[in-house]
């Protein structure tokens, strides 16, 4: 067996194995590791590795094999102090592991120096479950003892036994802490002298360090516990490791000793156990007081010199750490030499380090101010807005993210969403002053990067801001005077802004003008800009578009919504005096033409929209009808259609697929595509009810624009791409003029020929989705409009079943069964009493039955039968149940009695088999079929034309005893028969029962699977 072994791990490691003997050896191994009898064999392994002389690269790796398995087997096998349970090898093998650690640790190779870790796991596994924890810290702990171990091994040893206490299953986390503190202060003698002995060398510090960061991080060890003198002697480990930390010189040249020291005591101040005690608050003033010998200072400065970013982060996480908690005791005292460091820690060139002290201004900003020394008041924050402005510019060489090669784009832009907080914080201690610093840093800028960070945190604060502006304080007061200072500056810098020639702008720092323009529109209005500025503004914003669409569109849309907007009353005031002002409102409708028309001339569909939008929001704000109707018309709708008219016209007279190909009726077509999704803006927000024509003056403009749309569209990959947005665009008109019924009336008789027509060419969802709007504003208005109704669905009935035949109908399938669920609600007579409602049904059958993956229109499908055949339990108008009711008696009941069996057996085998995300569909499904048979009206002889219980009762047990026949599950027929009689007493509670009968359904599912015990349902049957 031991070559067996050898030569399948040799396979594993060996470079030149194949990958199918790779896998037999993998599961070779994988099968004798967890027999009894491999202790025996990994004795004689361990014992054969020692005895090597010259060991091979295939040598090592196989050991290293042998230990990783091994590390599973003693965590799985060797239950914690049950000596009754162990292999008989077991102590061999501990005796081999104890001799192999030994060997290992006067190794100099480093390739076998990679070998002392997991033999230290390994012997940490058996130390701790073997139950020899206390014999081997009286070992190790004895200075009159000369140990057989090394120092390095016997840190690294400790270091494993606290993550391996961890591992044990039988332990709660409390009790891993309760196991490991009677041991604690050996521990931390132990590491004390391993830091103190100068004749250590760096290879002796470290593994100390690391066995000093796993004890406290799992048995939380306090700052007060390390500034204890260990074992009744006269010194703690606190001095020891601050010594450590507090070195200007590194002669070991590793950066994971300052790491892992740093770690160490960041777990240590973490503590909160002790807090407020005399031994915590004296070991917090000697490192605060320590900072201004070296302490962790001079570690970090020698750290940012060799680049090690590791180790930068661990000691700014140290100090900020030890800040964040100790607040309270340092906010009173002066504390130069500790901000100036945090400071420093956060102009850090490495951008991970410099956002750690974020937290700490935010938790300074947490004290009240009258508790604050005055260094910790608006000096501090004058210093730290500074820092943070610094460290947010951009390099004075910086062109583009696609050329920058030293700055790290998503660091850098972290940056700037990290701060956010803090500036905000430092905005509610300066106020004014803080708006006016960073007004004057964009001014007095000489390059145009320290602009772009000062407007950057300027917008970043905005809100805040703004609110300051919108103040009603009265005047003379303190709050009055900052407002208006604040609201003088940023007219200045916007009167500054506005006036620069865009050309001439970097990309970047222009993004940020916009972002400042339109972050701070509420305030522009707020402070009663004058009309004259907005305009200049706006005309700054159109020369913009060119070169940044999508921010110029945002600031613009700003201008319209946030600025304008609201002060479109008063301007409408001024048009009718005789004040100077008064030829404001043509002005201003005058930009919102020529906005439109600049985010017409860039490619970008999100910036007309947003343009569009904005505009739209604007213009329907106006009081005088004959303003609101020229905004709209004239300055919004004529530029769109025109561009829209232009696209039109390059389309090609035939319907040939060859003229439609070429490039240019290709950008014409996906203009015209962009054209519509902006028309479908307008209309989506043109609503001003104290303006009742606008919706008819919408339609006046675009609607033969729509006509030619449709009547242009000839060849059928183009109306692929139209119809759904022509569609959609038809469907927002509807919804607008459901207040003007005639207009709507004629708007729809006009409209649905075409969307037949489209549905008979493209078989488009969109078109049945109009249909659904449709049923729903107008249907059972009267019988006149669903007697329309009746003849419109038989003719999308034969249009959707002749589809459904083929392999690409689930989309078309999901809409069509879509738009019945909303026949059911508002035009059930249409539905019932179609003379198609027999292969709607079929349809919907067969579209259960046939999945194939199609999710969706299986859902929809599903959740139109439940309404249909759940009518009663429906909340519908009066008119709407009377009619269900009277369709179950005259067509339901035979509908549901001819395909009852079958749809119970695909809801069945749905919950059997099917996609588990439909398993609510299935069970209510199932359910509405129950409980429609039971509650519904019988006839004379107590039956509902002949749909008795035990014919459902047969119908149930028929298709559960077929699908556990043909699965392998613990479910009977006795246990099927209780989740029927369950289901039936469930279903004639109605409403009620059916949140419960739709969880026993799922359980059912789950049993059927085995992912539930049948005993689930004893539950079910005791209530």
Not at 260 to 266: K, Y
Not at 310 to 331: G, P, Y
Not at 624 to 647: S, Y
Request: hydrophobic fraction near 40%; glycine fraction near 4%.
């Amino acid at each position: 067996m031991e070559d067996q072994v050898a030569q399948a791990a040799l396979a594993m490691v060996s470079p030149t194995t194949d990958a199918a003997t790779r896998r037999q050896a993998s599961q070779f191994l994988e099968e004798w590791t967890q027999r009894h009898d491999a202790w025996d064999v990994y004795a004689k392994w361990l014992g054969s590795f020692r005895s090597l002389s010259e060991k091979t690269s295939d040598q090592i790796a196989m050991q290293m094999l042998c230990l990783t398995m091994l590390q599973t087997k003693l965590r799985k096998e060797i239950p914690r102090n049950d000596h009754s349970k162990w292999h008989p090898s077991i102590q061999i093998v501990r005796q081999e592991l104890w001799e192999y650690a030994r060997q290992q640790q006067f190794s100099t190779d480093a390739s076998l120096s990679s070998l002392l870790t997991p033999c230290c796991i390994c012997n940490a596994a058996v130390i701790v479950r073997c139950g020899i924890l206390s014999e081997f810290m009286s070992h190790v702990g004895n200075t009159n003892t000369n140990s057989d171990l090394s120092p390095d091994v016997m840190f690294r040893l400790l270091a494993c036994i606290p993550y391996e206490m961890e591992a044990c299953q039988d332990l709660t986390t409390p009790q891993v802490t309760q196991e490991l503190v009677p041991f604690l202060e050996v521990v931390l003698d132990i590491i004390r002298r391993g830091l103190e002995d100068t004749s250590t060398t760096s290879n002796i510090q470290l593994p100390a360090c690391m066995a000093l960061k796993e004890w406290s991080n799992i048995s939380h060890v306090s700052l007060s516990q390390l500034n204890t003198p260990t074992c009744g002697g006269q010194r703690a480990v606190l001095p020891a490791l601050m010594s450590l930390l507090s070195s200007s010189t590194n002669s070991y040249n590793d950066e994971r000793l300052l790491q892992a020291a740093s770690q160490a005591l960041t777990a240590a101040v973490m503590v909160v156990s002790d807090h407020c005690t005399p031994t915590r608050e004296a070991a917090a003033a000697s490192m605060w007081n320590a900072i201004s010998s070296g302490f962790i200072v001079n570690p970090m400065r020698l750290a940012s010199q060799n680049e090690w970013h590791d180790a930068c982060h661990a000691l700014a996480t140290l100090i900020c750490t030890f800040v964040t908690e100790q607040v309270d005791d340092l906010i009173s005292q002066p504390a130069e030499v500790g901000l100036e460091f945090l400071l420093q820690i956060q102009a850090h060139p490495h951008t991970p380090v410099a956002v750690i002290p974020l937290d700490c201004w935010l938790t300074v900003q947490e004290t009240p101010l009258e508790e604050r020394h005055e260094n910790w008041r608006k000096p501090l924050f004058r210093k730290v807005v500074a820092t943070l402005l610094a460290r947010m510019t951009f390099p004075t060489n910086f062109v583009n993210w696609e050329e920058e090669l030293d700055l790290d784009s998503q660091e850098f832009h972290e940056l700037r969403r990290m701060v956010t907080d803090v500036l905000v914080s430092g905005y509610y201690l300066l106020r004014g002053e803080l708006i006016q610093t960073l007004t004057n840093h964009v001014r007095t800028a000489t390059h145009w990067t320290a602009s772009e960070a000062a407007l950057v945190c300027l917008s970043q604060i905005a809100r805040d801001v703004c609110g300051r502006c919108k103040s009603n304080a009265a005047a003379g007061t303190s709050i009055a005077r900052d407002r208006d200072l604040t609201c003088q500056e940023l007219l200045q810098l916007l009167e500054q802004l506005v006036s620069v020639d865009v050309k001439q702008q970097h990309s970047v720092l222009l993004a940020s003008i916009l972002n400042f323009c339109g972050s701070y529109c509420p305030a522009w209005n707020s402070m009663n800009c004058p009309p004259q500025a907005i305009l200049r503004l706006l005309q700054f914003l159109q020369s913009s578009f060119s070169t940044l669409p999508l921010e110029s569109a945002k600031a613009t849309r700003a201008v319209f919504v946030s600025c304008l907007s609201k002060s479109m009353p008063s301007l409408d005031d001024l048009q009718g005096s005789n004040n100077q002002s008064s030829n404001v409102m043509p002005l201003v409708l005058k930009s919102v033409r020529d906005s439109m028309e600049a985010a017409l001339a860039t490619s970008s569909e999100e910036a007309m929209t947003m343009v569009a939008e904005g505009a739209t929001r604007l213009v329907t704000k106006s009081k005088d009808p004959a303003m609101a109707r020229q905004g709209l018309v004239n300055d919004l709708i004529h530029p769109i259609v025109q561009r829209g008219q232009l696209a039109l016209n390059a389309f090609p007279e035939s319907g040939d697929s060859k003229d439609w190909l070429s490039p240019n009726v290709q950008l014409a077509l996906e203009s015209l595509v962009t054209i519509m999704s902006v028309i479908h803006v307008i209309v989506r927000f043109c609503d001003a009810p104290h303006v009742p024509a606008i919706s008819e003056w919408l339609l006046m403009e675009i609607g033969p624009f729509l006509e030619a749309v449709q009547g242009r569209t000839t060849n059928l990959g183009a109306q692929q791409m139209v119809i759904p947005k022509w569609i959609t665009i038809h469907m927002q008109l509807l919804r607008n003029s459901a207040s003007q019924e005639s207009m709507v009336l004629a708007m729809f008789s006009n409209t649905i020929p075409l969307i037949v027509q489209a549905l008979e060419g493209t078989k488009d969802p969109s078109t049945l989705k109009y249909i659904s709007t449709a049923v729903e504003m107008f249907g059972g208005k009267s019988d006149e409009v669903d007697h329309s109704f009746k003849e419109l669905l038989s003719h999308v009935t034969n249009i959707v079943a002749n589809h459904a035949r083929s392999t690409e109908c689930a989309e078309l399938l999901q809409s069509f069964f879509e738009c019945m669920q909303r026949f059911i609600l508002y035009g059930p007579r249409a539905l019932c009493y179609n003379p198609q409602f027999g292969t709607i049904l079929t349809l919907a059958v067969e579209s259960i039955r046939a999945l194939n993956g199609a999710k969706e229109s299986t859902r929809a499908s599903l959740m139109f039968l439940s309404q249909l055949f759940g009518f009663n339990l429906l909340r519908v108008s009066p008119q709407a149940q009377q009619v269900l009711q009277e369709a179950w008696q005259m067509v339901l009941k035979d509908m549901l009695k001819h395909h009852g069996s079958t749809l119970v057996q695909s809801c069945v085998v749905g919950l059997a088999g099917g996609p588990q995300m439909l398993w609510p569909a299935y069970a209510d499904c199932l359910f509405q079929v129950v409980q429609s048979i039971l509650n519904n009206p019988r006839g004379e002889n107590g039956s509902s034309a002949d749909l008795t219980d035990e014919m459902l009762q047969q119908w149930l047990l028929s298709s559960m005893t077929s699908v556990i026949s043909s699965k392998d599950t613990n479910m009977t027929t006795e246990m099927c028969s209780q989740v029927v009689s369950i289901l039936f007493t469930l279903a004639r509670k109605g409403t009620k029962g059916r949140p419960k009968a739709k969880m026993l359904l799922s359980d059912f599912a789950k049993i059927l699977k085995g992912e539930m015990a049948p005993d689930a349902l004893v539950s079910y049957a005791l209530q």
